[in-house]
C-alpha cells in the first residue's frame, strides 16, 4: 500500500500491521503434521480449512479473512486472505460418509480497513469522545476459549450434501459499555471492544448433471449448489440503548443479541466454446430486526436484509489456444427495507496463461450508482485497476 503514496493514506506509518506481508506469521502459510489410513485423515498445526465454495462466504466460517480489501473480495482472493489457523482436524471415512471434527485452540480475528487505509470507509470518524478499551481477545492458553466444529457430508450419486456445527466466536470484535463517565461536562460511554461467541448451524448441497437434446446448445452440462447459514445469538451495536445511556436514562451494555441468516443458490452451466455462466442469488438477513441496529454477522448491511444476485460468466479464445481467458462478474446490492438499491460492483478480468507456470492477469473493478452512504455507492470514485504475474510451480 505505500507504493500509493496517495494523499491522507498513512496506516503503513502508523501500524505495519496495515502491510500484507512483513513477519512470519503471515508468511508462513500452512505448517502441520499429518497421519493418513483409508479411513482418517488426521492433522495438527497451522492450517486453513475452506467449507464453502461460494462467493460471498456462507459455511466458511473456520478460518478469519484479511478484508482490509472488504468491498473488492471475492471467492479469487479467498486462498491467499484466508487466515490461517492452528487447530487440530480429523475426518473419518466411512462408506458414502465423512465425518469431521476441529478443535481450533488459537483464535484468530480478522483483519479490518484501519482509518487513513486504501480501504477504509470514507465515513469513519476519525475521533471519538467515548472511552474505548483495548479488544479482550480469547486466548490459547484458556480452554474456555477454543472453538469447536463438526461437519458431516454424504455422497448419494449425483448428490452430495452436508451439515456442519460450530461453536465459534464472533471474528470481529463489538464495543460493549460498561459505564459511563464525565468529559467536559458531557456524559461519554465506556466501551469494552469485546469478541462474543456465536453457535453456527448450516447446509450445504451439490447436484451435477445434464440436460440433453436442448434447441442451440445440444447437452448441457448443469451444477446445482446450495449453502445456508444460521447464526444463534449475534451481538450487535444498538444506538437506540447506546443514545440511552449517553443521556443516563438507561446502562445497558449498547448491545442487541439477534439470529441471522445468510444463504445462496448457485445455477452453474458449461455452455459451448469451452463457456462458463453461474447465476448465484446470495441472501442476508437479520432476525426480529429493528430500527438503529448496525451490522452484525450474517445480517444485512446495515439494514434487515441485503440481496446480491450474482453473474458470473468466464469464456478461453480458441485462436490462443485457450491461453487467453477473458471473465465478468457482475455485483448488484439491494437491501431494504429503507435502503433499497445499493449500487453495483464490476469486476472484469484479462488472464493469460505465458506458459505451464506462468501466469499474468489484469483486473478492473469499478463502483457505479447508489448514493455516497451505501455499500458501493460510498466506494464510486475508487475504480481501480489491478496486476497480478504468477509463478506456480
Do not use: C
Request: charged share 20%; net charge negative; glycine share 8%.
Amino acid at each position: 500500500y505505500d507504493w500509493q503514496g496517495g494523499t491522507g493514506l498513512s496506516a503503513d506509518n502508523n501500524d505495519r500491521s496495515a502491510e500484507l506481508y512483513h513477519d512470519g506469521e503471515r508468511v508462513l502459510r500452512e505448517l502441520y503434521i499429518s497421519y493418513r489410513k483409508p479411513w482418517l485423515d488426521f492433522k495438527i498445526g497451522k492450517q486453513q480449512l475452506a467449507w464453502g465454495k461460494m462467493d460471498g462466504q456462507f459455511i466458511d466460517i473456520v478460518n478469519a479473512m484479511d478484508r482490509r480489501e472488504f468491498v473488492q473480495l471475492e471467492s479469487d482472493d479467498y486462498e491467499i486472505r484466508r487466515l490461517p489457523t492452528w487447530m487440530a482436524n480429523s475426518t473419518i471415512y466411512f462408506g458414502n460418509n465423512t465425518l469431521q471434527f476441529l478443535y481450533v485452540f488459537d483464535f484468530e480475528q480478522d483483519r479490518l480497513p484501519s482509518i487513513h487505509s486504501p480501504w477504509a470507509s470514507p465515513f469513519l470518524s476519525e475521533v471519538s469522545t467515548d472511552i474505548i478499551t483495548r479488544s479482550t481477545r480469547p486466548e490459547a492458553e484458556n480452554f474456555s476459549d477454543h472453538e469447536y466444529g463438526i461437519r458431516f457430508d454424504r455422497t448419494a450419486g449425483a448428490l452430495t450434501y452436508g451439515f456442519v456445527y460450530m461453536y465459534a466466536w464472533d471474528k470481529n470484535p463489538v464495543n460493549r459499555i460498561i459505564g459511563t463517565s464525565l468529559a467536559n461536562g458531557n456524559r461519554v460511554l465506556q466501551l469494552e471492544s469485546k469478541h462474543e461467541r456465536i453457535h453456527h448451524l448450516g447446509f450445504t448441497a451439490d447436484y451435477a448433471t445434464t440436460f440433453s437434446g436442448l434447441p442451440v446448445v445440444g447437452s448441457l452440462p448443469t451444477v446445482f449448489r446450495v449453502e445456508t447459514l444460521y447464526s444463534n445469538g449475534v451481538r450487535i451495536i444498538d444506538s437506540q440503548k447506546q443514545n440511552s445511556a449517553r443521556t443516563g436514562e438507561l446502562l445497558s451494555d449498547g448491545l442487541s443479541t439477534h439470529d441471522t441468516v445468510r444463504a445462496a443458490i448457485a445455477i452453474e452451466l458449461a455452455l459451448p466454446n469451452r463457456t462458463t455462466f453461474m447465476f448465484q442469488p446470495s441472501w442476508y438477513q437479520t432476525l426480529n430486526h429493528k430500527e438503529g441496529l448496525g451490522p452484525g454477522f450474517g445480517g444485512g448491511f446495515n439494514d434487515e436484509w441485503s440481496f446480491i444476485p450474482v453473474l458470473y460468466l468466464t469464456r478461453p479464445f480458441a485462436f490462443s489456444k485457450d491461453r487467453l481467458t477473458v471473465d465478468l462478474t457482475l455485483y448488484p446490492l439491494i437491501s431494504g427495507s429503507d435502503t433499497g438499491w445499493g449500487g453495483i460492483k464490476t469486476k472484469l478480468g484479462v488472464s493469460f496463461k505465458f506458459s505451464n507456470f506462468v501466469k499474468g492477469r489484469l483486473t478492473l473493478n469499478r463502483y457505479d450508482s447508489g448514493d455516497t452512504t451505501d455499500f458501493y455507492g460510498q466506494y464510486d470514485k475508487w475504480d481501480n485497476i489491478g496486476w497480478e504475474f504468477s509463478y506456480e510451480f
